[in-house]
């Protein structure tokens, strides 16, 4: 199932499209249900992160809030990611891989989990923050142990991984701010410590946020790229046409984003009852909204389980970064970083080849590479 849930996800849809499970958990997995109810002002995010261990660092950040205060939180880091700044970050992520590529050898082996798609993205999201960018290997696992309790049935002991892995990731970037305070700079970080001085937003705000970006600014990009470059490994037909024509460069990352998203469900919690699927869910219920399922479903995209970058646009339309007011504040970075790498890699090779089987280590919430060996030619 965790490697491949999407046959479970169709019986769900055709059987149980709002399914509850025994803790209480509604299940809801049809696209219209999805699109529609997901973004209603009534589905709150804040309960979810209330109480979620080591997590609830988040509960300080858009990412755990409800508008209006989410809006505010939003607010401060959102003018850091318009496309004309992006076009700006992106150039550093296309000189990081490119200066690797440099020293890559014929039938040399890369990781490309790692160098391709971590480390590029880690060091283009401090550069933004004005961080220390030195720590991508220590960031990476820990957020990977991190990551680990985000299953709905964490194994004996992930908890407290992830709680060892958030000390290491607060200490550092407590170690970092104590520095740029003494040594101030003009990135995102300081932008937002700033913004705690002026009283806009309050300093464990601005710590939290600051925390968040740091740590997860590769995760969901990350994950795209590998995904991508497995795909284009495995479909060199699909990378043929990423080359050939630029025109067709977005359908087909956004083909790439519909069928595997990096993240699988979101959870919500109504603050009013409200009926989905002719089922009446009580205010405060947890509601898990399955966005592998949703991306999938036959009634909105033909041939669902086939990868096809003609799709018309309406047809295409995937809910992979969310929706509504949280739908996710990296959406345009991430895709343009994704284009930016596959992009330098269709300017220097003609084919790209798994070296060996890739590692992965999926759980039901999220998908992750262990390891991704390739050789290019």
Known sequence: FRNNPYPWYRRLQQDHPVHKLEDGTYLVSRYADVSHFAKLPIMSVEPGWADAGPWAVASDTALGSDPPHHTVLRRQTDKWFTPKLVDGWVRTTRELVGDLLDGVEAGQVIEARRDLAVVPTHVTMARVLQLPEDDADAVMEAMFEA???QSAEPADGDVDRAAVAFGYLSARVAEMLEDKRVNPGDGLADSLLDAARAGEIT???????????????????GYLI?????????????????????????AIINEMVR???????????????????????????????????????????????????????????????????????GQIISRAEATTVFAVLAERYERIELAEEPTVAHNDFARRYRKLPIVLS
């Open 203 to 221: 300093e464990s705000e601005a710590i939290a946020t600051i925390l968040v970006f740091y740590a997860v600014g590769h995760m969901a990009i």
């Open 147 to 149: 990551m680990l309790m």
């Open 226 to 250: 590998a995904s991508g470059i497995e795909l284009f490994a495995r479909r060199p037909e699909v990378f043929t046409a990423f080359r050939n024509d630029e025109s067709a460069r977005a």
């Open 259 to 329: 069928m595997d998203p990096p993240q699988l469900s979101f959870l919500r919690f109504p603050t009013e009852d409200v009926e989905i699927g002719g089922v009446l869910i009580e205010a405060g219920s947890p509601i898990r909204f399955m966005i592998g399922a949703a991306n999938r479903d036959p009634e909105v995209f033909d041939d669902p389980d086939v990868f096809d970058h003609t799709r018309p646009p309406a047809a295409s339309r995937n809910l992979s970064f969310g929706l509504g007011p949280h739908s996710c504040a």
